[in-house]
């Protein structure tokens, strides 16, 4: 079954959502904000993004399988 609505982000934390009123009816593969890609799920485990909007902007883990939503996080130092 397709997923009828989402949210996602891009690796500079720009928030999107596709499936709800005056958004777009399908995820899209950039940020129209800064061209990024869009991480629409977990790339590994394809668990939906938190859609609470402050656990969105600050996840950047999977809460499910702890995989990182963009390749590099796993290289960053911890702050």
Same mark, same amino acid.
């Given at each position: 079954? &397709? ?6 982000? /891009?690796?500079?934390?720009? &928030?999107?959502?596709?499936? *709800?009123?005056?958004?777009?009816? &399908?995820? *899209?593969?950039?940020?129209?904000? /800064? ?23 600050? &996840? ?8 990182? *939503? ?10």
């Amino acid at each position: 079954m &397709a997923v009828e609505r989402g949210v996602g982000k /891009c690796e500079q934390n720009h &928030a999107g959502s596709f499936g *709800y009123p005056t958004r777009p009816d &399908a995820p *899209y593969d950039f940020c129209p904000q /800064c061209g990024n890609p869009m991480v629409w799920d977990c790339p590994n485990c394809q668990s939906p993004l938190p859609d609470d909007p402050g656990e969105l902007i600050s &996840a950047r883990f999977c809460r499910n399988c702890g995989s990182p *939503y963009f390749p590099h996080e796993r290289d960053e130092p911890e702050e």
